[in-house]
């Protein structure tokens, strides 16, 4: 308990969880690598995340983020400005004999691009990740394709199938019906702010979860007296 308590107090005073550590975002670079784009993408924050919830907040096609952290601010939100031309598909349900949220549908999209069909599966979730719950909104990102056929598996076991669906739009599907075209009007526009640093204490340090090993050491024996030297490895 004293530790608790101790450390309870190293946060009510400002101390940090994670050691001061920078939030990281890797990027899929569809090989056996992941490449580090924390930097370019302004997610290298300093500060104790926590939850982060994916969302198309402003209904330009593309994901906007949430997260929060203990420390302040306490909620941050970064909206994707980017400009690729990528084409998008979101999908909103709602059953009728499932439950109305339609938690635990599973929906499978067919694409195509100048060629054979690719598909795409995304399940409707009641939370992602530590105290966190996403938009229920189901966005296919579609990059220069466009959709063919879509799937649905209710929650209930019931199935339906659609084509003919349109790129760049929004659709709200109950269960049993046909899909109704949901019109975007909506327009966010939030002024860029610029937050200082926060300052790192100059007695700041980390302490290991075990001992660290002691360096390799030659001892080298001589007539008159023992000298010991640390073994190098320069490259």
């Known amino acids: 308990m004293q530790a ?10 400002g101390g940090s969880w ?9 990027l899929n670079t569809q090989s056996d690598q992941f490449a580090d784009v924390s930097s370019i ?3 290298d924050q300093v500060s104790d995340s ?4 994916l969302v198309d907040w402003d209904h330009d ?4 983020l949430w997260y929060s952290n203990r420390t302040a601010p306490r909620v941050r939100y970064l909206q994707n400005d980017s400009k690729t031309g990528n084409r998008y598909l979101a999908i909103r349900l709602q059953g009728t004999k499932s439950n109305r949220d339609a938690i635990g549908a ?17 399940t409707l979730r009641a939370g992602e990740g530590y105290l966190a719950q996403s938009s229920k909104w189901i966005h296919f990102g579609l990059g220069k394709s466009q959709p063919v056929k879509l799937r649905i598996r209710w929650p209930g076991g019931a199935e339906q199938s659609f084509s003919r669906m349109k790129s760049n739009t929004r659709y709200l599907i109950v269960e049993g019906q046909q899909p109704q ?4 009007a909506r327009a966010v526009e939030l002024a860029d702010i610029t937050l200082p640093e926060p300052r790192v204490p100059s007695n ?20 008159s007296f023992t000298s010991v030297f640390r073994t190098e490895t320069l490259s």
Do not use: M, Y
């Not at 096609?61 to 906007?64: A, E, I, N, S, V």
């Not at 599973?106 to 995304?122: A, V």
């Open 4 to 13: 608790w308590q101790a450390l309870g107090k190293i946060l009510r005073d």
């Open 18 to 26: 994670s050691g001061h550590e920078r939030n990281c975002c890797f």
């Open 41 to 43: 993408v302004g997610l």
């Open 50 to 53: 926590r939850a982060i919830a």
């Open 61 to 64: 096609g593309d994901l906007d």
């Open 106 to 122: 599973r929906l499978e999209l067919e694409t195509t691009l100048e060629g054979p069909t690719s598909k795409s599966i995304q």
């Open 181 to 184: 075209e949901i019109a975007s």
């Open 204 to 223: 700041l340090r980390i302490v290991p979860a075990r001992p660290l090993p002691w360096p390799v050491e030659n001892v080298v024996l001589t007539d």
